[in-house]
């Protein structure tokens, strides 16, 4: 793993590792509670630019690199959002994927039915964004073999975010203490259709090849990359 040393509350840094070959952070305790808002931002855009890259699988057994423990998976809720990570019983921290850490932050969105009917109308097949399996949408909405439904990022949700985050993170300011609503509100704003950019072809031939979460991580990378520079 690379560690990764990012702000946390209150001028503190935290110090987190990274797997890039299988997309996953680990966490030390309490560690993904402390990050400032920039941090997040941060692993947001470090997600995005690593979407397209090959993933190599999780191994079947997970060890703490703490303490060499077996991890265990845990599923939880993000208000209605269920996300699934892998804890040591020592309390020493989690390991998360890519995919289930936006699904914590509430990045990412299960297809609507009529989403589900426009993506059967321009793909037949896509991959899990989750464990990676090939997913056939003529007969199915969800993953035979992890169970996880056809999902996308929710772009709208990541711009607002994105834009609150920076807002949040300027040191010249305090953080606004109604965030927490404002990102709730954005949230439930979220338009029924597919966003414009996702109707090109190019949007499509990602979504097909590597999946409709890093689809939209690729079109975000390259709009994070003009907006923040």
């Not at 947001?44 to 423990?69: H, N, Q, T, Y």
């Not at 991959?127 to 996880?148: F, V």
Request: charged letters at 20%; proline letters at 5%; glycine letters at 6%.
């Amino acid at each position: 793993m690379t560690a990764l040393t990012l702000e946390a509350a209150l001028g503190a840094t935290v110090s987190i590792d990274l797997c890039a070959s299988c997309q996953a952070f680990w966490f030390d305790q309490h560690e993904n509670l402390q990050l400032a808002p920039g941090s997040t931002l941060k692993l947001f855009r470090l997600i995005g630019e690593l979407a397209s890259a090959k993933r190599a699988p999780l191994s079947i057994v997970l060890k703490c690199p703490r303490c060499g423990s077996h991890l265990h998976p845990t599923h939880d809720l993000q208000r209605t959002t269920p996300f699934q990570y892998w804890r040591c019983d020592h309390g020493h921290g989690r390991l998360i994927t890519f995919f289930n850490f936006l699904r914590e932050k509430n990045f990412i969105r299960p297809l609507s039915p009529q989403q589900l009917e426009e993506l059967r109308e321009n793909i037949q097949m896509v991959n899990c964004s989750n464990c990676g399996a090939p997913i056939d949408l003529r007969t199915a909405s969800s993953c035979t073999h992890c169970g996880s439904p056809v999902s996308m990022l929710d772009m709208k949700q990541a711009e607002q975010m994105i834009a609150q985050l920076r807002q949040a993170d300027r040191h010249d300011r305090p953080i606004d203490p109604t965030l927490p609503l404002q990102l709730e509100g954005a949230r439930r704003d979220v338009e029924a259709s597919l966003a414009s950019w996702q109707g090109d072809a190019e949007w499509w031939k990602d979504a097909s090849s590597t999946g409709l979460v890093e689809a939209g991580l690729t079109a975000a990378a390259r709009w994070l990359k003009k907006s923040l520079g």
